[in-house]
């Protein structure tokens, strides 16, 4: 997506150890209209596809879940990272490392908010080793219910995620994907995208 590489390219900043930081419009500010063309996006890129429900993670996963939500006409059930789990049986329960704390977390979802006839599409923000979105497709498998694909704004293509995902027959829509960056002279590289 033109619209969102430019951005990045713009407004993004190369840090080192692999990080990507784009908080001016994505990650803490917050460009509503940029959002809304990834939204629109989208749904261009899945609408082939029955979407029930929008499942992410939260923090930064949550606003353009939401956005993107308003053009699938869908509720957004965002997992949540537990401070400790309560073993009520009503919880799925999974846990994920973050990448940009480096911990792990227990994460949960609402048993009466993921149900076997449920058709979900995992959106995030970031997709660099894939331990969120893998947490999310274990959530979504333990309900019983069908990953129908997953939508990410910037995807690192240098680290693995994209790969471990989509070895799973997964199908992975990355509105940009950065194949290498430099925090030296700040250069990024994006992999060619022609849909
Ligand atoms: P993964 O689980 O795929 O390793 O990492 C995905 C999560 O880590 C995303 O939800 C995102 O919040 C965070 N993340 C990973 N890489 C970056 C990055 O380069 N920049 C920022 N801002 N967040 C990142």
Do not use: W
Not at 105 to 111: G, L, R, S
Not at 115 to 130: E, Q, R, T, V, Y
Request: charged share 25%; aromatic share 6%.
């Amino acid at each position: 997506m033109k619209l969102l590489e430019e951005r990045i390219r713009r407004d993004g900043t190369v840090k080192s150890g692999g990080v990507l930081k784009v908080d001016s419009f994505l990650n803490h500010q917050m460009d509503v209209d940029l959002f809304n063309a990834m939204g629109e996006e989208f749904l261009r890129l899945f609408k082939d596809v029955p979407v029930t429900k929008i499942l992410t993670i939260e923090a930064s996963g949550i606003g353009i879940a939401c956005i993107a939500a308003q053009h699938f006409h869908v509720p957004v059930v965002f997992a949540k990272k537990a401070q400790s789990i309560n073993l009520d049986g009503e919880m799925y329960t999974t846990k994920i490392e973050s990448f940009t704390h480096r911990k792990v977390y227990d994460v949960i979802v609402a048993k009466k908010f993921l149900s076997p006839d449920d058709h979900i599409l995992i959106i995030d923000d970031f997709l660099a080793n894939g331990c969120a979105v893998n947490g999310l497709i274990d959530l979504i498998r333990s309900a019983g219910a069908s990953v129908e694909g997953v939508g990410i704004c910037i995807e690192k293509g240098f680290q693995t995620g994209g790969d471990l995902i989509r070895g799973k027959g997964i199908r992975v829509e990355s509105l940009a994907i950065v194949d290498s960056m430099d925090a030296e002279t700040g250069e990024i590289v994006f992999r060619p995208q022609n849909n």
